[in-house]
């Protein structure tokens, strides 16, 4: 597993639980308390879409048709995924890797949302200009 930051320890840690929900629990004997320290702070919703994000971005790049890209079985992996989580955690994570990294991530925006604030672009550049736009004023992002 890997952590966000590294600690540095200048006494014993002698017990650590982890906990379910990506928190760690330390017991220090010498200073008779408990602290929780997050050691993995992205969820897994975020962990799990940016690795299939890229997987799919790398497999499919070459593709000249959009719809192989979207019939790619990561793409439809990551359409699972999303249709199990709540429309205001997901639909942010992809506005934001339109604006870092824009794709196609249109089909899915219009699946999740059940709008199309894009029909009219005429570009790609317009159709990302559009989506951003949208998700600023649902307040999806800033």
């Known amino acids: 597993m890997q952590t966000a930051f590294e600690i540095n320890f200048d ?7 982890p906990c379910p929900d990506g928190r760690v629990l330390y017991q220090f004997a010498d200073l008779n308390e408990n602290i929780e320290l997050i050691s993995n702070p ?16 790398d497999t499919t ?25 709540p429309q205001g ?3 942010p994570l992809i506005l934001e890797e339109l604006r870092e990294r824009p ?9 999740l949302s059940g709008q199309d604030p894009a ?5 790609f550049d317009d159709a990302v200009a559009s989506w951003i736009a949208w998700g600023k004023r649902q307040r999806y992002i800033s």
């Open 103 to 111: 794709d196609i991530w249109f089909e899915a925006l219009k699946l």
């Open 11 to 17: 006494f014993a840690v002698p017990h650590y639980e």
């Open 119 to 123: 029909k009219c672009a005429k570009t």
């Open 42 to 57: 992205e969820s897994t919703l975020v962990r799990d879409f940016r690795t299939l994000a890229k997987d799919w971005q």
């Open 89 to 91: 955690d997901v639909i």
């Open 61 to 85: 790049a070459s593709y000249a048709l959009n719809m192989r890209r979207y019939a790619h079985p990561t793409y439809q992996r990551l359409i699972g995924l999303f249709a199990k989580q």
